[in-house]
């Protein structure tokens, strides 16, 4: 069956502590690995998508990476406004539109 | 852009009563797909559209109906409701659903609460 595993579940840092956020999958015929961004009582908001083994995207503080098997996020020097959950979804090839969503890594950035 | 639009934002239900989530997005989007959030499960996918008149089920279809008339609308229909559904509802669209470049874009939510 196809996962999609994030870890850790919850993760604290001080404010100026990086730290990677990790998602594995076992998805057949990849077509895309989704980052999203949650807010709480907010929809998701678009990150990256990374296509293909070896493949790097960065966006201010954070850079997500892709392998054969997982993707890493990595939040570098980060400040309490990175604070959200932090979802990360695969795309098929075979199934139409649908995208699978591990269930997140919930980034608490103290001061 | 507004992007994709849910209504209402909050809603609370009787067992057994019917209602219709709304969701609009006016980003001229092929795609368009509803998905439910239950805590600690990741998003799953509920039904979806590839256009106009052409919709499919998705991984948890049971007790839902759709239907898409128009390229910006897709609402989505409880028949019966039951404290089982219970949940964020959100509405999600990308410019395609096969595209690598085709992220979704999703509007912020609907929560129902079924009692």
């Known amino acids: 069956e196809d996962q999609v595993t994030q870890s850790p579940e919850a993760l604290r840092l001080q404010e100026g502590e990086s730290s990677s956020l990790n998602c594995s999958y076992t998805?057949?015929?990849?077509?895309?690995l989704f980052w999203y961004r949650q807010d709480p009582g907010k929809g998701p908001e678009f990150l990256f998508t990374?296509?293909?083994a070896g493949e790097e995207k960065e966006k201010e503080r954070l850079k997500a990476t892709l392998t054969k098997k997982e993707s890493f996020l990595h939040i570098t020097a980060p400040k309490p406004e990175d604070s959200a959950t932090y979802l990360c979804?695969?795309?098929?090839?075979?199934?139409?539109?649908?995208?699978?969503f591990g269930r997140g890594t919930q980034l608490t950035v103290w001061p | 852009n507004a992007g994709v639009t849910q209504t209402p934002k909050f809603q609370v239900l009787k067992t057994g009563q019917s209602m219709t989530l709304q969701c609009a997005q006016d980003?001229?989007?092929?795609?368009m797909s509803w998905y439910r959030q239950d805590p600690g499960m990741g998003l799953r996918l509920i039904h979806y559209?590839?256009?106009?008149?052409?919709?499919d089920q998705g991984e948890v279809p049971n007790g839902y109906n759709v239907s898409r008339s128009t390229t910006e609308d897709f609402p989505l229909r409880l028949l019966s409701a039951a404290p089982s559904q219970t949940s964020v509802y959100f509405c999600?669209?990308?410019?395609?659903?096969?595209?690598?470049?085709?992220?979704?874009?999703f509007g912020n939510g609907t929560r129902l609460t079924v009692t």
């Open positions: 980003m001229n989007h092929e795609y």
């Open positions: 979804a695969v795309r098929r090839g075979s199934t139409l539109g649908r995208l699978y």
């Open positions: 999600a669209s990308s410019y395609s659903g096969t595209g690598y470049n085709s992220p979704l874009h």
């Open positions: 559209s590839v256009g106009a008149g052409i919709t």
């Open positions: 998805v057949s015929g990849l077509r895309g």
């Open positions: 990374l296509y293909s």
